[in-house]
């Protein structure tokens, strides 16, 4: 530690830190624009300029190190004058377009010339002109209001590691482009937006619809990066206008993903219903509580529940003492769709609290970068702080790393374990992140069984989010087909996309007598014409608590910040208007009519092929279409990396007759069918086919139980 004078005061700083990070620390602010903790030393902007005693002339405070008994002075004349100078040189090209700029009420700019720039300019030529660019649909440009602090240069390249951003030319004709004129692709590159110190970056969905201070804003948690990062909703008009960060620079989670902060555009739908409906032939008609609630008073077979992974743990509680109180012990234990499809889980697994005290890190599983950005993230943020540090990972396409010290293995599923099982034999001080995705239940048995050693250094992560250790432990069950007939099934936070690429599910809610979804949206069609529908409240319009993914023992709330319209509830309420009524009800009990169950082409048993030409397909979560929010944001879709996973991936021995980009036709061995545009994947191992479930694209196709055989044929476009 060296002793610092900052404006004649005394301050303790670590040796070898910059002033300005002396100065943050003891709360004496210094201007800036070039300069961010998270982020290399720039010092272009010059606007940090400071007075110290061992230079004759101003020096930057951002680059300028800490030694004993140095004396700096942040607001003498000859400092405030030096920065408004600067100023001056920064207002020369910059337009006067305040009154229509989206940034205005928070610009750094703007703040700063107000307090050190002249009231008038020197300069009367013409300021010059530089062509907007197309940074895709999630980022809007104005590059006449750039001031070359290159921010968001070196986020692409240091923090997102894709050098999708650069700065060409030099003195007045230097310009920040895009790599030729591609759109960003990292599924983190939003976060250029919250960087940018002035309105050269804005976001493009939100454009010119609302100003700073017509915004309500309350704290929140972020619901799709699993890691529960601190978020800032802006709410005008009742809906989410806008998520910003509201971690400070040094805390985990001060990055978002694209999925947190556009996702919410979802929430704006216009598919939202307010009142009970009944599946009929001429579509969804009202339904009375009193019909309901006759219908669950007759029930005497079996009642099955299956949640999404978002619904809340005060939700849970509450359809707990439902099911008890209506059902008894006709009620199954409560599953939640993406826990079901592990059933062989009875261990218990943690969370990366220990991460950086490992030498190694596993992980298994593709797509790690767009399934869990912010985990990657970290991830390449451990690979930095330690030089002996090493990653393998093992999957079945190439991620994005960038680095010599990871090594990844793009094997077919059924090498994994063997592979697993030595590189744990060899390694013992390693942590593991399993992003756990769907494959045949005989493998997933066999890697969980490997990891069972290491369960406490173990991180299960799922496209929906993070698997809570606290329902792990013991998650053994049979089959949905192998258990007894449902009456009754109760789905809650779920839609046809989340359960249509899975056979047990989809028949299963075809053979019960009685169907009941919770929902936000009304879906398209309905599954029988005894599958009712109740408007179910969206996170936001309730509180919510979830269990920091970083800190043991810290729980992370959100307040209810949206007004939910008339006759939408959150699921608590619904159980209490279920039950309130049952002990008033005189009329005789009806008995709900049996409904004439669909036949699918998978219950008529597969259909004679010859077997040696197929290939094998692998039924993948769509990392933005998780849940009902993210597959209704239109901007989040338009993006590169969600664009890709609209399509059916196949690997580069499969026909190579049919280009990239060709339309195909997939047969599997039941008859189905599905047609979709092609991405050739060079990195896919022999023979191997993906699709991505969860969007509009895929939702025709239902293979059976998590892997299937298809024929592959290209489609003719009349």
């Not at 049996?594 to 290939?615: C, M, N, W, Y």
Request: net charge negative; aromatic share 8%; with cysteine.
């Amino acid at each position: 530690m060296v002793q610092i004078y900052i404006n004649d005061c005394p301050y303790d700083a670590k040796e070898g830190s910059m002033i300005i990070e002396v100065a943050d620390r003891v709360g004496i602010h210094i201007p800036r624009f070039c300069y961010h903790p998270n982020l290399s030393i720039a010092a272009n902007c010059r606007m940090c300029l400071v007075e110290t005693s061992a230079a004759p002339r101003p020096v930057p405070a951002c680059a300028t190190p800490v030694s004993e008994g140095l004396r700096v002075q942040t607001c003498s004349d000859k400092v405030k004058a030096a920065q408004s100078a600067v100023l001056e040189f920064l207002l020369i090209n910059h337009p006067l377009d305040c009154p229509v700029c989206d940034q205005g009420g928070e610009c750094e700019l703007q703040d700063l010339t107000m307090q050190h720039a002249h009231s008038h300019s020197h300069f009367d030529e013409e300021k010059r002109t530089v062509p907007n660019l197309n940074l895709g649909p999630l980022v809007a440009t104005e590059m006449n209001r750039c001031i070359h602090c290159t921010r968001c240069v070196r986020f692409g390249s240091e923090i997102a590691d894709r050098k999708e951003i650069g700065a060409l030319g030099r003195g007045e004709y230097t310009r920040i482009t895009n790599a030729l004129e591609s759109q960003l692709e990292s599924p983190i590159s939003s976060n250029i937006i919250d960087l940018c110190p002035v309105g050269a970056l804005t976001s493009k969905p939100k454009r010119f619809t609302g100003r700073t201070w017509e915004y309500q804003s309350a704290p929140g948690v972020a619901m799709h990066d699993g890691t529960r990062a601190k978020v800032q909703w802006h709410i005008k008009a009742n809906t989410i206008a806008r998520v910003s960060s509201r971690a400070q620079p040094t805390e985990h989670d001060y990055w978002l993903s694209d999925r947190d902060r556009f996702g919410m555009l979802g929430l704006t739908n216009l598919d939202r219903f307010n009142t009970p409906l009944r599946w009929s032939s001429e579509g969804w008609k009202r339904l009375s509580i009193d019909d309901i609630q006759q219908w669950l008073l007759s029930v005497e077979g079996p009642v099955r529940t299956l949640l999404h992974s978002s619904v809340s743990r005060s939700d849970r509680a509450a359809l707990n003492g439902f099911l008890f109180n209506m059902f008894g012990s006709k009620a199954e234990r409560i599953e939640e769709l993406t826990h079901r499809h592990f059933p062989w889980f009875d261990f218990a697994t943690t969370w990366p609290y220990n991460l950086n005290d490992m030498k190694n890190v596993l992980v298994i599983g593709s797509s790690f970068e767009t399934d869990h950005p912010i985990v990657a993230l970290h991830l390449r943020n451990y690979l930095k702080n330690n030089h002996d540090n090493h990653i393998v990972q093992i999957g079945l396409t190439h991620d994005r790393w960038n680095s010599s010290k990871v090594e990844q293995k793009i094997l077919p599923v059924e090498q994994w374990p063997d592979v697993i099982a030595d590189f744990l034999s060899k390694n013992k001080d390693c942590y593991i992140f399993w992003n756990v995705q769907s494959f045949d239940s005989e493998t997933q048995k066999e890697i969980a069984q490997a990891l069972s050693e290491h369960a406490k250094n173990c991180c299960v992560l799922g496209v929906d989010g993070p698997f809570d250790p606290a329902f792990m432990k013991g998650r053994m069950q049979e089959s949905l087909l192998d258990r007894p007939k449902p009456e009754v099934i109760i789905t809650v936070g779920l839609e046809p996309a989340d359960w249509n690429s899975d056979m047990e599910v989809y028949r299963a809610l075809h053979q019960a007598d009685l169907v009941m979804s919770f929902t936000a949206h009304q879906y398209a069609q309905g599954l029988h014409t005894n599958h009712i529908l109740l408007p179910l409240t969206i996170p936001l319009e309730q509180a919510n608590t979830y269990q920091s993914f970083w800190l043991p023992g810290e729980l992370m709330t959100h307040e209810k910040v949206l007004q939910p319209d008339e006759g939408i509830y959150d699921l608590s309420h619904w159980m209490q208007i279920l039950q309130e009524k049952r002990h008033l009800i005189k009329r005789p009990i009806e008995r709900l009519h049996s409904h004439q169950a669909l036949v699918t082409s998978a219950e008529k048993g597969p259909i004679q092929k010859d077997f040696s030409r197929l290939k094998r397909l692998h039924i993948l979560k769509h990392p933005a279409a998780t849940d009902y929010i993210l597959r209704r944001s239109p901007a989040l879709q338009k993006t590169p990396w969600a664009q890709d996973c609209s399509k059916i991936w196949i690997a580069s021995d499969i026909t190579p007759s049919i280009p990239d980009g060709a339309s195909v036709e997939l047969f599997d061995t039941y008859g189905n069918a599905l047609i979709g545009k092609v991405k050739r994947v060079a990195s896919l191992p022999s023979n191997t086919i993906i699709v991505w479930s969860g969007h509009q694209e895929s939702a025709p196709f239902f293979g059976p139980y998590w892997q299937t055989l298809v024929e592959v044929f290209e489609h003719a476009i009349s």
